[in-house]
């Protein structure tokens, strides 16, 4: 089974408009409403793929039961903790091809509920073949949360996919215990280390740091051009097929659902690095966030070239 953890989740809402007005009432026809959040995009990517996954974090209030309805539909596991507080909401507007985005800022997490998660992590880990981490933390946590987690999963020998960034990646990936996999992407990388990244030559020689000598997988990816990867001392070129696009929002996080699956099925190397990547192709080419076909997975991989540095 995979874990995929997103602590503070929402319910996506998306509102299309012919046009937006300031000032002025708007009126919707077409509303969609999903469960949210970047480790909720990675569970249902495995899902997809057949793997055996639970999803797990913070939900409390009617949105945090509509969140659990809508997994357990998808045949997710809940591994959920309650809370107090109310789920958040995040809106996007969607109108004149632009998005207007309205954040909320989720619920404070107590010590209580803090420490709840934490213990039942530690048993929840026991039962699983491989961690993802994904997204930011809500409010009331700490920022070494996420190296606590690292930590209680390396001690039983289960493996952490980290998706992250900012000042939580730099704390995360500062400790003794490491990530199995992160995966920044090209700005992402440049804020962690806080120098301008233009170019691959760049990204290389990030990667040939000290920081990231003791993670053995190191994913940056760089948009429709592909990705720089690092396993231990080796780097890798890789390039992805050009696709036709029609949302691209989410193909970070069916990135890495593909890794979390990949390492599930054993494959290694090269086969491992077009597996992981292809699932952020796939997902770029669909309508839905979080979502992939999975009859293309040859296809792509087919098309996606691994040179070795």
Known sequence: MILSVTLNPSVDISYTLDTFSLDAVNRVADVSKTAGGKGLNVARVLQQLDEEVAA???????L????????????IEDFFVNINGDTRNCIAVLHEG??????????????????KFINQFSEYVKKVDIVTISGSLPKGLEKDYYLRLVEIANRHNTP?????????????????NKPFLMKPNQDELADLLGEKID????????????????????????????????????????TTPTVNAINPVGSGDAVIAGFASGFSRGLVDVEFIKYGLAMGVLNAMEAKTGS???????WCMDRIRVEKI
């Open 292 to 298: 992939i076909n999975p009859e293309k997975i040859s």
């Open 98 to 115: 632009q998005q207007t985005e309205i954040l909320e800022a989720g619920p404070v997490i107590s010590e209580d509920e803090a420490l």
């Open 56 to 62: 797990s974090g913070f939900l409390g209030g009617s």
């Open 199 to 238: 170019d691959e030559a760049q990204i290389i020689d990030a990667l040939s740091s000290q920081r990231f000598a003791s993670v053995p997988w190191v994913v940056v990816t760089t948009g429709a051009s592909g990705a720089i990867v690092k396993r231990n001392q080796e780097t890798y070129r890789v």
């Open 64 to 75: 945090g039961a509509f969140i659990r309805t809508e997994i357990s539909g998808l045949g």
């Open 160 to 176: 952490v996919l980290l998706d992250t960034k900012g000042e939580l990646l730099k704390h995360t990936i500062a400790g003794e």
